[in-house]
Each structure stands twice: as C-alpha cells, then as structure tokens.
C-alpha cells in the first residue's frame, strides 16, 4: 500500500523558515518523481518543486526559486521542502505528490493528506 505522509506545517511570521517533510512508503523513490505542491483557498493546486531522482534533477517555480529547497533522504524514503525567507502569499495547504515532474496535478498517482502553512505579516 503506498502512502505519502505529509508534515511540518505551521504558524510563522514573514520571513521566516519552514521544513515540511514527506515520508513515502510503498514506492520506490527512483520509480516516482517526488513534487511538492500547494493549495491556497480558492486557488488551483500549484507545483512548487520538483525531485526526479531517476534523472539527478531537482526543479523550482519561479515564485519560489531561491528561497525554497526540496531534497532527499533515499534510505528512508523521505522529501523535503526547507522554505526560507516566507512570505504571507505563500500560505497554503501543501501537499506532495507521485508522478511526473510539472505534469498537471491529476497525473500524480499518489498524493499525502496535505501539511497547512500558514505565514503572517
């Protein structure tokens, strides 16, 4: 049974720091390119990085790029998303996702229940 389980979500101030943390079980992380997306309300889900171990490539949407970054512990199955410097537009319900890199959100096969960050002002 594949699981995606989302964590790391909360409370911070603007300019603040956030690890979010994926931990898959089920799959194998070479077989699945590992995205992290975000939903705010009222907003479609959004791609934010992308991890494709299968080709040692790591990718990020403009409006994050520089500010977050997404890695990998293999052993363990585990993504993550260490977000610097947030912003108030970057609230949202983060979820990560088991498919293509920058496919639209219904080719993903595999999707966590969703972490919530919530960044104030």
């Known amino acids: 049974q594949v699981q995606l389980v989302e964590s790391g979500g909360g409370l911070v101030q603007s300019g603040g720091s956030l690890t979010l943390s994926c931990a898959a079980s089920g799959i194998t992380l070479l077989d699945y390119d590992i995205g992290w997306f975000r939903q705010a309300p009222g907003k479609e889900r959004e791609e934010v990085s992308c991890?494709?171990?299968?080709?040692?490539?790591?990718d990020y949407a403009g409006s994050v790029k520089g500010r977050f970054t997404i890695s990998s512990d293999n052993t363990n199955k585990m993504v993550y998303l260490q977000m610097n410097n947030l912003k108030v537009e970057d609230t949202a319900v983060y979820y990560c996702g088991a498919g293509p890199c920058w496919a639209p959100p219904y080719e993903n096969d595999y999707w966590g229940q969703g972490t919530q960050v919530t960044v104030s002002s």
């Open positions: 991890l494709s171990l299968r080709d040692g490539t790591t």
